[in-house]
């Protein structure tokens, strides 16, 4: 193999150089952003890598090491190569026969590739996934995420509309919230719901959540539906240039019975209908994807969503 690429492991001087190439990337996404990745950087151990031809970057991949293997990216949502609009199959083979002479060199038998889904990218992307197969990767790990098209969106039951306008009689509130307190008690709610129910935590603290929304306010948003002035339900949502996202959803017993949760996100998702495309609930499995949570699925399914998968690729080098 003749190419002109070669790899720099990522550091802190090449900030501005990464995140200018985030920014013009065709699957680049605000996550991605240093200021995004290294919030809490110090709970992995970053093995990020340029792809360079001379002093110009070619590709980019978020990574980090887990136990002799790399990652991309054990602690983000979707990983995998970043490319700008030059980027063309030829390249991105090299780059992939690049990455795995890299790893035989760092002494690391395996890379855990995690693909950008395809109604993230601003322009056709998956030049990574040819070079997967042809690198014989494995697929280890599928998720179902349920995606709204907010262009065309499957008709709702009678049910979830019923549930909608019970919360309206109710008198429940849906407002967009920006302070710190608000984050706190969204988190607050969010983390009762889940140790009630499946005895975890939410990823983010509250001030970890607050921090990335100053961050990226044009990015994070908490929308949350009050009734007599309380807290009862909320969505945090991550909004990209053609999806929004619900990265955290929460409602307690009173916002169940009475839809205050689906009125929030009926809302939301109205907000969003002549700017975005896709309005994306995320992942209804577990235990990497073998297992689907039927209920839950279904309940994102009543909204007119339909699946999308999230893939995680494994290579033997």
Same mark, same amino acid.
């Given at each position: 193999?003749?190419? &002109?690429?070669?790899?720099?492991?990522? %550091?802190?001087?090449? /900030?501005?150089?990464?995140?200018?190439y985030?920014?013009?990337? @065709?699957? +680049?996404?605000?996550?991605?952003?240093?200021?995004?990745?290294?919030?809490? #950087?110090?709970?992995?151990? &970053?093995?990020?890598l340029?792809?360079?031809? +001379?002093?110009?970057?070619v590709?980019?991949?978020?990574?980090? !090491?887990?136990?002799?293997?790399?990652?991309?990216?054990?602690w983000?949502?979707?990983?995998?190569?970043?490319?700008?609009? @030059?980027? @063309?199959?030829?390249?991105?083979?090299?780059?992939?026969?690049?990455?795995?002479?890299?790893?035989?060199?760092?002494k690391?038998?395996?890379?855990?590739?995690?693909?950008?889904?395809?109604?993230?990218?601003k322009?056709?992307?998956? !030049?990574d996934k040819?070079?997967?197969?042809?690198?014989?990767? %494995?697929?280890?790990?599928?998720?179902?995420?349920?995606?709204?098209?907010? @262009?065309?969106?499957?008709?709702?039951p009678? $049910?979830?509309?019923?549930?909608?306008?019970?919360?309206?009689?109710? $008198?429940?509130?849906?407002?967009?919230?920006?302070?710190?307190?608000?984050?706190?008690?969204?988190?607050?709610? %969010?983390?009762?719901?889940?140790?009630?129910?499946?005895?975890?935590?939410? *990823?983010?603290?509250?001030?970890?959540?607050?921090?990335?929304?100053?961050?990226?306010?044009?990015?994070?948003?908490?929308?949350?539906?009050?009734?007599?002035?309380?807290?009862?339900?909320?969505a *945090?949502?991550? !909004?990209?240039?053609?999806?929004?996202?619900?990265?955290?959803?929460?409602? /307690? !017993?009173?916002? #169940?019975?009475i +839809?205050?949760?689906?009125?929030a996100?009926?809302? *939301?998702?109205?907000?969003? #209908?002549?700017?975005?495309?896709?309005?994306?609930?995320?992942?209804?499995?577990?235990? $990497?994807?073998?297992?689907? /949570?039927e209920g839950?699925?279904?309940?994102?399914?009543?909204? $007119?969503?339909?699946?999308?998968?999230?893939?995680?690729?494994?290579? #033997?080098?």
């Open positions: 193999m003749k190419t &002109d690429i070669y790899i720099k492991r990522y %550091e802190a001087c090449d /900030n501005e150089k990464w995140n200018a985030i920014k013009e990337a @065709k699957n +680049g996404l605000f996550m991605f952003d240093r200021n995004y990745m290294d919030y809490h #950087r110090d709970r992995y151990i &970053d093995h990020s340029l792809f360079m031809k +001379g002093d110009m970057v590709a980019l991949m978020p990574a980090n !090491e887990d136990n002799g293997e790399l990652v991309s990216h054990g983000l949502t979707y990983g995998g190569l970043i490319l700008d609009g @030059k980027a @063309k199959q030829h390249t991105v083979n090299e780059c992939f026969d690049v990455m795995c002479n890299y790893l035989k060199m760092q690391m038998e395996k890379i855990r590739y995690k693909t950008v889904p395809h109604i993230y990218h322009q056709p992307s998956e !030049e040819y070079a997967l197969y042809r690198n014989r990767a %494995e697929l280890v790990e599928s998720y179902t995420s349920t995606v709204v098209n907010l @262009k065309d969106p499957l008709k709702m009678k $049910g979830r509309k019923a549930q909608i306008s019970r919360a309206k009689r109710e $008198g429940v509130e849906i407002r967009k919230l920006e302070g710190r307190e608000d984050y706190e008690s969204f988190i607050e709610l %969010e983390n009762n719901v889940l140790e009630s129910r499946h005895h975890v935590r939410a *990823v983010h603290s509250a001030d970890e959540l607050y921090l990335l929304h100053s961050r990226f306010p044009q990015n994070i948003h908490l929308y949350g539906a009050l009734l007599k002035g309380d807290l009862i339900a909320g *945090v949502i991550y !909004e990209y240039e053609q999806v929004v996202h619900t990265q955290y959803l929460a409602a /307690n !017993e009173t916002a #169940r019975e +839809g205050a949760l689906d009125l996100i009926m809302e *939301v998702m109205d907000q969003y #209908r002549d700017s975005k495309q896709w309005f994306d609930f995320g992942n209804s499995t577990e235990k $990497g994807g073998r297992y689907l /949570n839950l699925i279904a309940q994102k399914e009543g909204f $007119g969503g339909r699946t999308n998968v999230y893939e995680t690729w494994e290579i #033997r080098v």
